[in-house]
Structure formats: C-alpha cells, structure tokens
C-alpha cells in the first residue's frame, strides 16, 4: 500500500506525543482532538481499512483493542470511553491506515452522527 501519513509517525519521521509502544501497535494524542482525551491507536503493520484486514490479523485486532481499554484505564477513564472506527471516505476515514480512536473526558450522544 501507499505509505501514509501514520508509516510517518511509526517510522519517528514525523513527530508525535506518543502515549504506547510496543512490537505490533503505537498510540499517540490525535492533532484535531475531539475530545479531552484522543488517542489513536494503530497497527504497525499498514493495513489500510478494518475490512481489508485478514484473518491472520486476528490477534493483532484483539491487541489494538486491548491495548485502547488499558489506555483509556491508565488515563482515569475506565467507565465512560469510546473507541470508533471509520472505515472509508463515506464513513469519515480520512488516513487509510487502520487506526482506532479512543476519545474520553466529554459526554457522548447516541446515535453518533
Ligand atoms: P480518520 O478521519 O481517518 O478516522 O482519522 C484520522 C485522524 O488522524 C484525525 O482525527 C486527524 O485529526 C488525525 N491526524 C491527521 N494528521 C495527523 C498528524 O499528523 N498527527 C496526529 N497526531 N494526528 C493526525
């Protein structure tokens, strides 16, 4: 795939406050917040869109989400977060690599527009 933007970030040659590394994922503080807490937490591998994503990714998906509760946790907000997925430009998906948003801090609606 196209390097991204994200390829960029992973890679240190562009800046970013970073909140979580390891091997398979990095989290870091989204640029636009749109919420008192905005992490994005992404796979290392470039995997464009949630649905490009394959079965032998199923271990790496589970990581991202596990890594996105212990995030929100360390953070101070276990009981009200939420984690979103934009998956193509109709959706909102604006950097095709696969990122997932944790947002907290603020009230949520439902549905979310
Ligand atoms: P999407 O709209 O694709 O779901 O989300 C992309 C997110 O990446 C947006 O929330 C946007 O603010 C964030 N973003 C775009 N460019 C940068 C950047 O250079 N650094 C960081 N930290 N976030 C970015």
Avoid at 27 to 42: M, S, W
Avoid at 80 to 106: K, P, S, W
Wanted: proline share 7%; with cysteine; net charge negative.
């Amino acid at each position: 795939m196209t390097e991204t933007l994200f390829s960029k970030i992973i890679n240190k040659e562009i800046p970013a406050d970073i909140v979580y590394e390891d091997d398979l994922c990095l989290a870091f503080k989204d640029i636009n917040p749109q919420a008192p807490l905005h992490v994005l937490i992404i796979p290392k591998k470039p995997i464009p869109r949630i649905v490009d994503a394959e079965q032998s990714d199923q271990e790496l998906l589970g990581h991202l989400l596990l890594k996105a509760g212990e995030i929100a946790k360390q953070e101070g907000y276990e009981n009200a977060f939420r984690l979103n997925i934009n998956n193509g430009e109709g959706a909102g998906q604006t950097v095709f690599h696969l990122h997932v948003h944790l947002l907290a801090g603020r009230n949520f609606i439902w549905p979310p527009g």
